[in-house]
């Protein structure tokens, strides 16, 4: 109902909501091992999940971005 | 707390000096006709990609923040670390919802979520519950940032008691006041950049020097007692506190971006690619903010808290002091200087934009729609000024004359009573299916419920839950907003089945769109 324009909802969003359980669901995470560095599971994971989600952040915004409107 | 740093004291002082200068000289920077309200008030709309991601950065992720987080994991280990899932899920809420908020308003000359709701659901009465509840939840946040302040000011060495004590954080606050009344919100955007700058050096040293002064990370986190390490599992009885929690990190994502001073950080950027970039740029921040809270674990491996010279300040500040300490303890003074620069300015800059934020609901919500309709944009920021003021001096008042108990209390209150306007704003600019009177009716069934419960729960933000024999204890806000969303749902039903019309919406579907 947009044409080419940057649409309300697009599947790509749906990559975004995923983010929600590996943050959300904690019996993923609360281990001592394995370690990273001597860091324990628990704090390097949720540290990468950081980074992670940031990343699917950046690809969805460049696979539903459209030229038209900058 | 007698023994003045002076390398340090010297350090801070040039850093304020500067940032000082910075904020009354932002007022030329993109200039605009600062007698109207969005410019003052939200800089122009002018702010592209990479100022909203320091403004932002530097209002969301506040000095209370830098210095609370470490000081609960200093103190309860493992839960405080629900500030990083709590950070990941804001993001793709905020690319998802804002960018409609983002068009809408710049559509129609919005400034405040109030506004939006005001044009949307054709209802004073409902933005005026939006209205004050940001206003009230935002005053304690104010008041927090200066406690953030006051911490820093002790380990300099020049906080103490009585008056004199008082002055460094009467002077820094007079600073922020004039600033922020010259400049709007154009000061606080400028300044950001050097706080950002600041604390990301000061993060990223602490997490390699300190460790290294430690013997490694393996032997922080050995000294951590295995209790404070992980979460307790799961009981027959009760989910525990994997519950708290994962509800703590959703009910505070949710609350977030409701709060005055981000919608007035958001509503700044130039464009709504520069909004969704954001999502993708800012969790840098929340990975500063997760090394910030292993501090607090290195500032228990090196037992700052046993050391005699840290006593006094243990005592005024109690565990907020375990990061101060720590980098008083590692650091040389003059990098003392610079990370204590990087809190006390960086308390600034959300206060500054806070007291703008409750200074645009007050003038455009209250002021305009309730006693004066026919204010000029003259009349209307001049009028956002003097209140930008009054909050502010509500704030210090606070913080001089009540215990900081009562901030903390009032700042969790802030936050169950801020995620009960999420319906009007988030379901609204989806949908006009709610009734406006239903929305308010759930926002007040969501108010006392949740003001109620955390009053019985002693101010922890913990509902003791228990469905059918299982405990499912979690965060206050997230219960009440459901109990709020379902009594909307009801009442709107209700009023449908009553055949109640609503009234005219403001907007239109193009509206959201790009």
């Known amino acids: 109902m947009d044409g080419n324009e940057e649409r309300a909802w697009s599947p790509w969003y749906l990559l975004l909501l995923i983010q929600f359980i590996p943050s959300l669901w904690v019996p993923f995470y609360n281990s001592a091992e394995p370690r990273l560095a001597g860091i324990p599971f628990f704090y390097w994971f949720q540290m990468a999940l950081v980074l992670v989600s940031a990343a699917v952040t950046a690809v969805v915004y460049f696979a539903t971005e459209t030229s038209r409107n900058r | ?514």
């Open chain 2, 1 to 514: 707390m007698e023994h003045v740093n002076w390398i340090a004291l010297a350090v801070f002082i040039v850093l304020f000096g500067f940032i000082t200068w910075l904020g009354f000289a932002a007022a030329h920077w993109r200039r605009g006709d600062l007698d109207q309200l969005h410019e003052w008030g939200l800089g122009g709309r002018r702010f592209g990609t990479l100022i909203t991601w320091f403004l932002v950065g530097g209002d969301l992720y506040t000095a209370y923040t830098f210095i609370a987080v470490p000081a609960l994991a200093f103190g309860a280990g493992a839960l405080a670390f629900f500030a990083v899932p709590y950070t990941i899920i804001i993001y793709p809420i905020l690319f998802i919802i804002y960018p409609r908020l983002w068009n809408v308003c710049r559509k129609h000359g919005y400034v405040t979520g109030a506004d939006f709701v005001r044009g949307r659901f054709g209802n004073r009465w409902l933005a005026l519950a939006v209205t004050v509840t940001g206003i009230v939840a935002t005053m304690p946040y104010i008041a927090l940032q200066l406690v953030g302040l006051q911490v820093v000011i002790g380990g300099l060495g020049i906080g103490g008691a009585g008056w004199v004590g008082e002055l460094p954080l009467i002077f820094a606050f007079i600073i922020l006041a004039a600033f922020t009344y010259s400049s709007g919100l154009r000061a606080p955007a400028a300044i950001a950049i050097v706080k950002d700058l600041l604390i990301y050096i000061t993060a990223f040293a602490a997490v390699v020097i300190i460790p290294i002064q430690l013997g490694g990370f393996a032997k922080i986190f050995a000294a951590v007692p295995p209790a404070k390490l992980l979460l307790a599992p799961p009981s027959d009885a009760s989910w525990g506190s994997f519950g708290v929690y994962g509800t703590l990190a959703l009910g505070s994502a949710m609350a977030l971006f409701l709060y005055p001073h981000s919608m007035t950080g958001l509503l700044s950027a130039s464009s709504r690619h520069a909004v969704r970039r954001n999502a993708a740029l800012l969790p840098s921040y929340s990975f500063l903010l997760g090394l910030l809270a292993l501090l607090g674990f290195f500032a228990f491996a090196a037992g700052v808290k046993q050391m005699p010279e840290f006593a006094a300040a243990f005592a005024s500040f109690g565990n907020n002091f375990s990061v101060p300490a720590l980098f008083i303890k590692s650091f040389p003074s003059w990098f003392v200087g610079l990370a204590f620069a990087a809190i006390g300015i960086g308390a600034l800059v959300p206060a500054a934009i806070m007291s703008i934020a409750a200074a645009n609901l007050f003038t455009r919500n209250i002021y305009r729609v309730f006693f004066h309709a026919a204010a000029s944009q003259r009349q209307e920021t001049q009028m956002a000024k003097w209140v930008s003021l009054l909050v502010k001096l509500g704030a210090l008042i606070f913080v001089l004359w009540v215990p900081t108990q009562y901030a903390i209390q009032l700042q969790l209150l802030g936050g169950v009573w801020i995620v009960q306007t999420f319906p009007a704003v988030v379901f609204g600019l989806y949908t006009r299916w709610f009734n406006s009177w239903a929305l308010l009716l759930g926002w007040l069934a969501g108010t006392v419920l949740g003001t109620w419960v955390a009053v019985e729960a002693n101010f922890t933000p913990t509902w003791a839950l228990t469905i059918g024999g299982y405990g499912m204890p979690g965060y206050t806000a997230l219960y009440s907003v459901i109990v709020n969303i379902a009594v909307t749902i009801l009442a709107t039903l209700a009023f449908r089945a009553l055949g109640s019309a609503s009234a005219i919406d403001g907007t239109v579907p193009a509206d959201y769109r790009p």
